[in-house]
C-alpha cells in the first residue's frame, strides 16, 4: 500500500511495541522515516515511523501502520474526573491565567518550538536534519532519535532519555550495513 505525507492512519505497531492510536503522516526528508502528528495519543506525537519501502513496515516489524477508516471517530470516549483531575484543570487554569497576565513579547509554542529542544539560536531538528541525511535512511532514524533524546535529557526525563538515546544508538550499530 503506498502511504504519503497527509495521510491518516491507525498506528498498531511503534518500535517494536503493540499500540493503539491514529496520526497523520508527515514528511520529514525524502527517504527519511515520516514524522507522526496530531497523534490521538499525544505520547506519540513527533515520533518517526519507517516509511514502507524501507522493509520495516509491516505486522511483525518495527512500525505498523494502516490508513484511518471512520471508526475513530465511532466511540464517544469516556470521561472520568477524580479529584486529581480537577487540582490538575485548577493548575492548568491558574497558569494559563498567570501566563495571560504576563504575557511576553515572545510567546512559547511548545508544539514547533518546544523549550527541551532548543539551544540557544540552535533548534535540534534542524541539527537532526544535518547529521541524519548522512546516514542511510534505516540508520537515521535511529540516529535522530538518539539526538532527540540526548538533547532534551537534561530539560525533560533525565537519565530516562539517556537510557532511551543508548537504545536508539545500539538499534543503529545493529542496522549498520558496509
Known amino acids: 500500500m503506498e502511504?504519503?505525507?497527509?495521510?491518516?492512519?491507525?498506528?498498531?505497531?511503534?518500535?517494536?511495541?503493540?499500540?493503539?492510536f491514529?496520526?497523520?503522516?508527515?514528511?520529514?526528508?525524502?527517504?527519511?522515516?515520516f514524522i507522526l502528528?496530531?497523534?490521538?495519543d499525544g505520547r506519540f506525537e513527533c515520533c518517526?515511523?519507517?516509511?514502507?519501502?524501507?522493509?520495516?513496515?509491516?505486522?511483525?516489524?518495527w512500525d505498523y501502520y494502516v490508513l484511518a477508516t471512520d471508526e475513530e471517530y465511532t466511540e464517544e470516549p469516556e470521561v472520568q474526573y477524580t479529584e486529581e483531575t480537577?487540582?490538575?484543570?485548577?493548575?492548568?487554569?491558574?497558569?494559563?491565567?498567570?501566563?495571560?497576565?504576563?504575557?511576553?513579547?515572545?510567546?512559547q509554542d511548545n508544539v514547533n518550538h518546544p523549550d527541551h529542544?532548543?539551544?540557544g539560536e540552535i533548534e535540534i531538528i534542524d541539527f537532526i536534519d544535518?547529521?541524519?541525511?548522512?546516514?542511510?535512511?534505516?540508520v537515521a532514524v535511529h540516529?535522530?532519535?538518539?539526538?532527540?533524546?540526548?538533547?532534551?535529557?537534561?530539560?525533560?526525563?533525565?537519565?530516562?532519555?539517556i537510557e532511551k538515546a543508548r537504545w536508539y544508538i545500539e538499534r543503529a550499530y545493529q542496522k549498520w550495513s558496509d
Open 117 to 119: 529542544y532548543n539551544y
Open 37 to 40: 502528528s496530531d497523534c490521538s
Open 22 to 33: 491514529y496520526a497523520t503522516l508527515k514528511d520529514y526528508n525524502e527517504g527519511h522515516p
Open 48 to 61: 518517526s515511523v519507517f516509511k514502507p519501502n524501507t522493509g520495516e513496515v509491516g505486522l511483525n516489524r
Open 3 to 20: 502511504f504519503k505525507a497527509g495521510d491518516r492512519v491507525h498506528v498498531l505497531r511503534l518500535n517494536t511495541n503493540e499500540v493503539d
Open 86 to 107: 480537577w487540582r490538575q484543570v485548577g493548575k492548568n487554569l491558574r497558569r494559563f491565567a498567570d501566563g495571560f497576565n504576563n504575557k511576553c513579547d515572545s510567546e
Open 143 to 161: 540516529i535522530a532519535n538518539a539526538i532527540k533524546y540526548l538533547s532534551r535529557a537534561p530539560h525533560k526525563n533525565g537519565k530516562e532519555d
Open 130 to 138: 544535518q547529521v541524519s541525511e548522512h546516514y542511510n535512511p534505516v
